[in-house]
């Protein structure tokens, strides 16, 4: 099965930068060109330079393996970009039918297996979901066409339209076992060289007859998809679950492959998606078109079994809602031959489900987009992703709002959230975590750390180069988490990653610009996440969500190592990353987060859904003197302290619209281009200012100090 412990000793050139074991601690040279991307097709494309192709408007494409994925682990973010005007355009690579038996799984009825039918009824659910998203009755009647994919392979396309909105589905119908055995299909897809699969032709569907998938087409396609729509987005799933070891009726009740936190078809459906863009990204700068400029999104997707659950009662209320014309029932009159939904998850079954899927929205790599630095002459510098590769922004002039066309850095293929640190003369370090190789069929799959530094203040970036992976072995190696890193006081810069065991590893740059060696930080398991903040002592803190209170990380005086807090106080549980805040003085460090719900009102089965309200705590456990911040909403939030303004808080309102409180004011951004995750805090000359990456590939900036637009009391 996909996912399973089995090991590649990748080549040279794929791990050139990995760190051989925990002790390994020397910088080497420019990072390798991936394996992946030595395919006959996929040319060499880490170079920076290349230009950076621009969409027209916003287009978000969804690549995930069954249809509901997007509505159980992506919602309230489709939503969101579809209500800011994003073209929607779905892809399912699998054609959803499992056994056949379509029916509510308490019905005593008979069993009844149709694997077509059940397909249709699930495409079907799907075109009611998005009608109703879009404004229209459930029944409204979609455009079905075939739509000609490369290979000669076909795939069923439904669209619809209605006040500017517009939604195409695209059905591969991949068969979700083969035939060999009952063999899942997609993960032996991407495992075996020899496995052609079949595809399934849902009841009522145009297409009428399609040819099998090899893992070479499967790939090709994603990429023809992704060069035909031309996203500014990619939401996928997860490529990399978490480690999870159950038994295996444990295994099987929560419906997991062996030893990992997700189903076998999400995992495989990630990787051919991440495969796919690698291509796309190849075949786009080979054929001089330049980068394509999108973002990418990975979701978690059982891992939401497994931790509090982070949407608030009204947020959860209208994702679950979703879910409801999704499922359908029987006695729906849908007009569809095979069927009105996908039975088992109509009514209020989302709700009462004890896997608790539709109630968190986790993101695989997670952290505020974009990051943000100060030019010697005063403009911002924003750094983010797109197409797989680090750019960087640049305001046109000082306070102005406006950012320029994007310079490419290369270092791709990047996962979508980048770390960054400022050094004390003012040179910018980014950190990111690179799919050094992603191939399938006993292939080499691979990931690292590494770090592109600035030679001067405001110009140009030497090479990258690799820190390496705390893990050993590559399958470990897989699960790490976002970079996160701080610059002490002392110059020194302490880098965090989540590592497979669920704790935090780190390395150090000393003030020379040597690195030391990994290290293992101890303590306990925690979700990635990770928050760090420096005191007025100039202690570095880290701080992570656990399953039952915040953990912390401290030194015990600057230039020491980082410890575990063994001993102190027990902070509150945290759904998502906590902010933490250096307050000026002897005043500490301030946390903000949202925590959960009374969890007595779920009789105890963990379903508690999050607190719309901030905890406000301070790293010992006090209370900083102030009411906590009314600032009611959902996701993590950033803050700072403003000289001028005081306390300034970032994050969303329960509609997925960016709000900020300032002082004693709660701000609401005017009507603008939705951002992609969450957007990023800063502290200019100027004031504070948000800045974030919308889901057009273009950033933003929100300029919040005194006297801002859109002011509203707290509360």
């Known amino acids: 099965m996909y996912g399973g412990k089995r090991r590649y000793r990748p080549t040279r050139r794929a791990v050139l930068g990995t760190a051989v074991g925990a002790g390994a601690a020397a910088v080497v040279g ?13 040319g060499a494309t880490a170079a920076p330079g290349q230009p950076v192709a621009a969409g027209k408007r916003a287009v978000l494409m969804q690549i995930v393996a069954h249809p509901d994925d997007d509505l159980y682990f992506m ?9 800011g005007g994003a073209r929607i355009v779905s892809v399912y690579l699998t054609g959803g039918e499992a056994n056949g038996d379509n029916r509510v799984v308490s019905d005593p009825s008979t069993m009844h297996y149709d694997k077509a039918a059940y397909s249709s009824a699930r495409h079907q659910g799907l075109r009611q979901a998005y009608a109703s998203l879009i404004g229209l009755p459930v029944f409204a009647p979609w455009e079905k066409t075939v739509l000609r994919l490369r290979g000669g392979h076909t795939a069923e396309a439904n669209t619809l339209a209605h006040n500017g909105r517009h939604v195409e589905l695209v059905f591969l119908n991949t068969a979700m076992h083969t035939l060999r055995g009952g063999r899942m299909g997609l993960p032996s897809l991407w495992e075996d060289r020899a496995l052609t699969l079949p595809v399934v032709i849902a009841t009522g569907s145009p297409v009428t007859a399609a040819t099998p998938y090899t893992y070479d087409e499967l790939v090709e396609v994603v990429a023809g998809l992704l060069d035909t729509y031309a996203p500014t987005l990619v939401q996928t799933l997860d490529p990399d679950p978490d480690i999870q070891h159950s038994t295996e009726k444990t295994r099987q009740h929560d419906s997991e492959q062996p030893g990992y936190a997700d189903h076998a078809d999400h995992t495989a459906a990630a990787s051919f998606a991440w495969a796919g863009m690698v291509r796309y990204v190849s075949q786009a700068t080979q054929q001089r078109k330049g980068v394509p400029g999108f973002a990418v999104t990975s979701y978690r997707a059982y891992y939401n079994r497994h931790w509090p659950k982070n949407l608030p009662p009204d947020v959860l209320a209208e994702k679950a809602a979703h879910l409801v014309p999704y499922g359908g029932a029987p006695d729906w009159k849908c007009g569809n031959p095979g069927g009105c939904g996908d039975y088992n998850v109509g009514g209020k079954r989302p709700l009462t489900n004890w896997k608790g899927w539709v109630r968190s929205t986790h993101y695989r790599f997670p952290g505020p987009r974009p990051v943000v630095g100060d030019e010697p002459d005063g403009r911002l510098a924003a750094y983010g992703v797109l197409g797989l590769r680090a750019v960087r922004w640049r305001e046109t002039a000082p306070g102005s709002g406006r950012f320029g066309a994007p310079d490419d850095l290369g270092g791709g293929p990047l996962a979508p959230v980048l770390g960054g640190a400022a050094l004390k003369d003012g040179r910018q370090l980014l950190f990111g975590l690179r799919f050094s190789s992603v191939a399938g069929r006993a292939g080499a799959n691979t990931r690292e750390v590494v770090l592109l530094e600035q030679a001067t203040p405001g110009g140009k970036f030497a090479a990258w180069r690799g820190l390496g992976n705390p893990e050993r072995g590559d399958d470990r190696g897989r699960r790490i988490g976002s970079p996160v890193a701080v610059t002490a006081p002392d110059g020194r810069v302490h880098l965090f ?42 202690r570095v803190h880290l701080f992570a969500p656990g399953y039952d209170f915040v953990h912390h990380w401290t030194q015990d005086a600057p230039g020491q190592p980082l410890a575990y807090v063994k001993n102190g106080p027990r902070l509150p549980l945290a759904v998502d990353a906590p902010a933490a805040v250096g307050l000026p003085g002897e005043n500490g460090v301030q946390l903000l987060y949202r925590t959960l719900t009374d969890p007595r009102k779920t009789k105890g089965k963990g379903l508690a859904p999050a607190d719309p309200k901030l905890v406000s705590i301070r790293a010992d456990g006090t209370q900083p003197g102030t009411d906590e911040p009314k600032f009611d909403g959902y996701g993590p939030v950033s803050a700072l302290h403003s000289p001028k303004d005081g306390l300034v808080v970032l994050g969303k309102d329960a509609k997925g619209r960016v709000q900020a409180l300032v002082g004693d004011g709660r701000r609401t951004r005017p009507q603008g281009v939705v951002p992609v995750d969450a957007p990023t805090l800063h502290l200019t000359a100027r004031g504070p200012v948000a800045v974030g990456l919308g889901v057009d590939g273009t950033p933003w900036v929100w300029a919040l100090g005194t006297g801002g637009t859109s002011v509203h009391a707290a509360g």
């Open 30 to 42: 420019a990072c390798s060109v991936p394996e992946a991307q030595r395919h006959r097709d996929d």
């Open 75 to 83: 919602n309230p973010d489709t939503q969101h970009a579809l209500d």
């Open 497 to 538: 990653v989540r590592n497979a065991d669920k704790g935090v590893s780190t390395r150090v740059r000393e003030t020379d610009g040597s690195w030391g060696p990994w290290g293992d930080l101890g303590g306990q398991i925690v979700q990635d996440g990770l928050g760090t903040a420096v005191d007025s002592a100039g």
